[in-house]
């Protein structure tokens, strides 16, 4: 028997050079992607990655989540003697903060996936804390990235980013004519720091509510420019 997937049915995969697969659930026992199309040789900064990593993680602030990971991953392949080896690159990150038992039961949350997935999968999706759709699965997507950026980084191309709205509170934009990244806080990056006040009595007023906040953020790449020849 041959089963053909829709294109319905291929979303866990992007790029075509790069690819990025994705996979586990929030409450699941590990979760992770696999990447490929890496070049064999390059040396990736871990420790790079670990920096990227603890911007995602959450901290003691009110806009960050009550979870606590320590978003630690493993290499299972496609990695050795710290190099890209060529072939397809997997990493997880083994959950020690899953609480499956308190989903047991919940109905599906507003402007959440609960609902959405319930329908696209035929409830046989696994629905605790969002399962596929969870914030969670943003580790392994920001492994990913942070490999992305250090490739780009070789070939002279910065990827940065700050937050441009959140609410009606708003930052300023970029500088569509900068030459150079700026100097943006990592936890917390504004292009006007003087905003972040205001950001914050937001999320203090969100939390009172129970509310939740829809943002834009606004990314940039930049081309470094090339040395003058004399």
């Known amino acids: 028997m041959i089963l ?16 990025v697969e994705i996979f586990g659930e929030s ?22 990655i670990a920096f990227e990593l603890s911007r995602r993680r959450p901290r003691q602030s009110i806009e960050s989540t009550a979870r606590r990971e320590a978003d630690s991953f493993e290499i299972l392949s ?4 710290g190099r890209f080896t060529g072939m397809p690159m997997t990493a997880v990150f083994r959950n020690s903060d899953a609480k499956p038992a308190d989903y047991c039961g919940t109905a599906a949350r507003p402007s ?3 609902y959405a997935a319930n329908r696209k999968y035929g409830g046989y999706n696994d629905p605790r804390g969002g399962g596929a ?8 997507l920001v492994f990913a ?5 250090q490739l780009l980084r070789e070939h002279g191309i910065r990827v940065f980013a700050h937050v441009l709205r959140i609410g009606n509170v708003s930052d300023l934009r ?5 030459c150079e990244q700026p100097m943006l806080d990592p936890f917390f990056p504004l292009v006007a720091p003087d905003r972040r006040s205001a950001f914050e009595e937001l999320f203090e007023k969100a939390a009172a509510d129970k509310t939740s906040l829809g943002g834009i953020v606004e990314c940039a790449a930049l081309l470094e420019p090339e040395s003058a020849f004399f």
């Not at 992770?32 to 900064?45: E, K, N, R, S, V």
């Not at 970029?174 to 900068?178: T, Y």
Request: hydrophobic content about 35%; charged content about 20%; glycine content about 12%.
């Open 112 to 114: 959440h996936a609960d």
């Open 4 to 19: 053909k997937l829709s294109e319905e049915q291929q979303l866990n995969t992007f790029g075509n050079a790069f690819r």
């Open 174 to 178: 970029f500088d569509p004519c900068m």
């Open 133 to 140: 759709f969870s914030g969670r699965l943003t580790a392994p």
């Open 145 to 149: 990235g942070a490999i992305a950026k």
């Open 78 to 81: 496609g990695f050795f003697r």
């Open 27 to 48: 409450h699941g026992p590990a979760l992770g992607c696999t990447l490929d199309g890496l070049p064999a040789g390059f040396q990736p900064d871990l420790e790079d």
